[in-house]
């Protein structure tokens, strides 16, 4: 899979589907761990053993994109909210805020622009006036300025956002407004 991912020119998103219990999750864990650029020296050895002897480290043109970029991973999976408007919402905003905080301790903080750490700190604290829609734009924006490569977004459980039990059509049009604005 992460050939085909590699090999694929001009790819801006790649959706897996496939009938439950499949490996989706263990096949986005797997392309995380094969692209996220270690935070430093001890963590890069404690990951590089587990892709040696495979088949994708066996193609260098593979192995060029190892452990290379900034990889935004959003798991959906813990969506136990009451499927109503505003918990999912909720829901939504603190799994991008785990994301932010995760990467506050990966990047030199210092680096970004006064304006980036004032937003960056909205948004890791989901203060009021906090815009969905534009949270994961700005954070691939700093991470790209950061690491100088383009950001890799994975979505595990997306459609636990999308359940049926949604009543109101206006929440779900604003799930999908922040899907389509964000991605």
Known sequence: MISKLINRKGIIAYLITRP???????????????????????????????FDGLEVSKDRKNMRHFHKYPVIFLNFKGNKSKEDGSSIINFLKTEISSVFIYY????????????????????????DGVILQNTIKFLCTCLK???????????????????????????????????????
């Open 145 to 183: 300025e950061f690491y100088k490569r383009r950001c890799i977004i994975l979505i595990d459980e997306y459609d636990k956002i999308f359940s049926e039990k949604l009543k109101s059509e206006s929440t779900f049009g604003t799930i999908q407004t922040f899907f389509s604005d964000t991605f």
């Open 104 to 127: 506050k301790n990966r990047i030199d903080f210092n680096k970004l622009s006064s304006y980036q750490k004032e937003e960056w700190n909205k948004i890791e604290q989901m203060s």
């Open 20 to 50: 439950r219990r499949f490996g989706k999750s263990l096949n986005l864990s797997m392309i995380k761990e094969f692209f996220e650029k270690p935070i430093n020296e001890k963590e890069n050895e404690d990951k590089k053993f587990v």
